[in-house]
C-alpha cells in the first residue's frame, strides 16, 4: 500500500466506469467518516449473506460492533473474508428523460478479514464507535464498565483494499434531448435529524445538551 | 408461502433477537417501499461481493436496474444466489451510557437468484423502477426508446425469502441508570430532500413541476 492511496487488485478495481472510481485515501476516507451504517457481506455455506452494521474509521481500519452472539460476529470472527460497502445517497439526478436519469452518491468497498479486538483495545475502539456516532457524547454518558466490554465485541477490518466510487452534478442527456421541455437537474438528499424525542423514563427537568441538539450525521451533512 | 408471511428458511430467519424479526408480508413490504437503494451481495470466485443498487418493489418481485455490462449485472443474469439488503435508518437511540445507545432502523433481507426480464416486459418494470424513484416523472419525462429499452438489463429477484427487523422507541437503559444525570432519548434521522438545482444547461424558463418540488424520499418520509 503506497502512502496515499488503497490497493487497487482485480477484484476491488473498478471495472464499469472507471472514470467514477477512486483509490485515493482522501476520497474513501471522507466517504467511510460520512456514513453511520455499512452491509457487510460474506459467504455462509457458499452463499451470500449480506447484513447492515454500525461502523466507525479508526485510522486505516473500520471497526465494527456486533453482539457477540450473532451469526455474524462468529462467522467474520473465525476468519471469513468480508465485503463492507458504505453508500451515501446524495441527490436524485433528473435527466430529460427517464431512462438516463441516475443517482447522485458516494460509496466505498472495502474487501478484507475481520480480527476480533482483545479485551485491552476495546473500550478505545468502543470510544471511537461513540464518537463517530454522536460526537461528544461518550463525555457526558455514563462511562462504560469493564464488564460491559468484557461482554462484547468488536471487529476491525484493515481498510488496505478499498474502492471508492462517486458520482456528482448534473445529469447528462444527448444533444436531442436537450430542447425537450421538461425541468432537468438534481434534487439533493441528506440524512436530517428531526426534533430529538425525550425517553418516555427521562427525569423531569433534564435538558438535552448540545451533543443533542447540534447533532448532524457525518460531517459532511453539517 | 403463505397468503400473508414471507417463507422463514433456516437461512432467513432472525437468530439473535427473535422478538425485533418479522415475516409479516406487510412490514416487509412498506420497508422495501420506503428505500431507494439496496445493496446485493453475490459470491464470486467463492468471495463475497457486495454492490449498492436502485431497486423498486413490483407486487412480489424486486427488480434491479443495472448497466449490461457490469460485473455484477453479468454474474446475477448467471443465476448466482443473491443476498439484498435495505437498510432504513429511523434515529440515533441515546441511552444514558453510550453502550447502551443504539440506531432505530428498518431493514429487510431478501434472498433468492435474480432473472433477467425479457425485453417485452423491461418496459413495464422501467416504468415502475421510475415511478418509485420520482413518482410523476415518467409522465412529463422523454418517454423511453424501443433502442433504449433493448440496450437496457432489469434483473428481478422474488421476494419469497425475506426478513424484516425493526428496531423503534425509546433506549433501553438497565434500572440502576435510570437516575444518571444525561439526557437520553431518540434523534430521529430521515432522508430529507434539498432545494432542486437546475441543470447548467437547462434552458431558460422552464421551472420545475410539483414532481420535483414536492418530491419526498418513500412513503414514510412524506
Not at 471495472?15 to 474513501?28: I, L, M, Q, Y
Not at 457487510?40 to 481500519?61: S, T
Not at 456528482?168 to 424525542?197: H, K, N
Amino acid at each position: 500500500m503506497s502512502d496515499h492511496d488503497y490497493d487497487s487488485t482485480d477484484r476491488s478495481r473498478v471495472r464499469r466506469r472507471p472514470e467514477r472510481g477512486s483509490h485515493e485515501r482522501a476520497v474513501v476516507e471522507e466517504i467511510l467518516d460520512d456514513g453511520l451504517v455499512c452491509h457487510v457481506g460474506f459467504v455462509a455455506d457458499g452463499r451470500p449473506i449480506v447484513i447492515p452494521m454500525g461502523y466507525a474509521r479508526d485510522g486505516e481500519r473500520l471497526l465494527l460492533h456486533g453482539a457477540p452472539a450473532s451469526r455474524l460476529v462468529k462467522t467474520l470472527e473465525a476468519g471469513a473474508e468480508a465485503c463492507i460497502s458504505v453508500t451515501l445517497l446524495d441527490g436524485l439526478v433528473l435527466a430529460r428523460s427517464a431512462f438516463n436519469s441516475s443517482m447522485n452518491y458516494r460509496s466505498v468497498v472495502v474487501f478484507g478479514k475481520c480480527r476480533s479486538l482483545a479485551a485491552e483495545d476495546r473500550r478505545k475502539a468502543l470510544e471511537i464507535l461513540t464518537e463517530h456516532f454522536a460526537p461528544g457524547r461518550g463525555a457526558e454518558a455514563r462511562p462504560m464498565s469493564e464488564e460491559e466490554i468484557a461482554g462484547t465485541v468488536v471487529l476491525a477490518v484493515s481498510i488496505d483494499e478499498a474502492t471508492a466510487k462517486v458520482r456528482t452534478g448534473d445529469p447528462v442527456d444527448p444533444e436531442e434531448d436537450l430542447s425537450f421541455p421538461v425541468w432537468a437537474g438534481v434534487i439533493p438528499l441528506r440524512l436530517r435529524p428531526g426534533t430529538p424525542i425525550p425517553a418516555s423514563n427521562l427525569a423531569a427537568g433534564i435538558e438535552p445538551s448540545r451533543v443533542v441538539t447540534e447533532y448532524r450525521p457525518g460531517p459532511a451533512a453539517s
